[in-house]
């Protein structure tokens, strides 16, 4: 198996730490060809959207697709919790990062340079954000994870979110980002503390500075 994709999409992340807390052997590798649009790559995933599992008798796309199906295939260490209820509010946790947090995050990414900045719009944008993230505190239940003691497709989902979260939102003037989401904070400084969670953490920031030099240099 492989999973195409990179370390700036938190989609790709969020699958990262599945496979790396199941302990699989599951390289992170480039999609193939020139871009996500690449006939190369169109043949695995037809959107041209990141990330996507080669499973070896199939092609498996959509991040939390890819979580479950690695959960189903490779149950001994699980992602999901064990009864029905602690499942479904980890995987709304994971939608509402998807549905309500990462969109308006998104919208903000494009309002970056102040000079030309839409102040409507970032306000438009940071409003849809805090509803987002007000929703998100309620269905965390406590630290240290999302769910508990037990890290589960909630986290997955969480972490990569809330590294963009505290990277780009002081640029819009929210200094303290977990200020009044305290749940939300606790797992993001919990995951700084985790192995695994600084790993990566780790990577991502390298894989961001990486970017901006690029992209300064090339202005």
Not at 4 to 11: K, T
Not at 77 to 95: F, Q, Y
Not at 127 to 152: S, Y
Not at 158 to 169: E, S, T
């Amino acid at each position: 198996m492989k999973l195409y994709g990179a370390l700036l999409s938190p989609y790709v992340t969020r699958v990262v730490l599945a496979i790396r807390f199941k302990g699989l052997d599951i390289p992170l590798v480039p999609p193939p060809g020139v871009g996500l649009k690449s006939p190369e790559y169109l043949a695995i995933n037809p959107y041209g959207k990141m990330p996507a599992l080669d499973a070896g008798d199939a092609s498996i796309i959509e991040s939390e697709v890819i979580c479950e199906f690695l959960d189903e295939r490779f149950p001994e260490k699980k992602i999901l919790p064990g009864n029905d209820v602690a499942r479904a509010r980890a995987r709304i946790i994971s939608r509402a990062i998807d549905l309500y947090v990462l969109p308006a995050l998104l919208g903000l990414l494009g309002q970056m340079n102040p000079i030309n900045r839409d102040a409507a719009l970032v306000a438009e944008k940071r409003a849809e954000l805090r509803r987002g993230l007000d929703g998100l505190e309620t269905f965390i239940e406590a630290a240290p994870w999302c769910m508990g003691d037990a890290f589960t497709l909630a986290d997955c989902a969480v972490v990569p979110a809330c590294f963009f979260l505290q990277k780009f939102l002081p640029a819009f003037g929210v200094m303290d980002v977990f200020e009044n989401h305290p749940k939300l904070g606790a797992v993001w400084d919990h995951a700084n503390g985790d192995p695994m969670g600084a790993k990566l953490i780790a990577e991502m920031t390298d894989a961001l500075d990486d970017f901006m030099r690029r992209r300064a240099a090339n202005s």
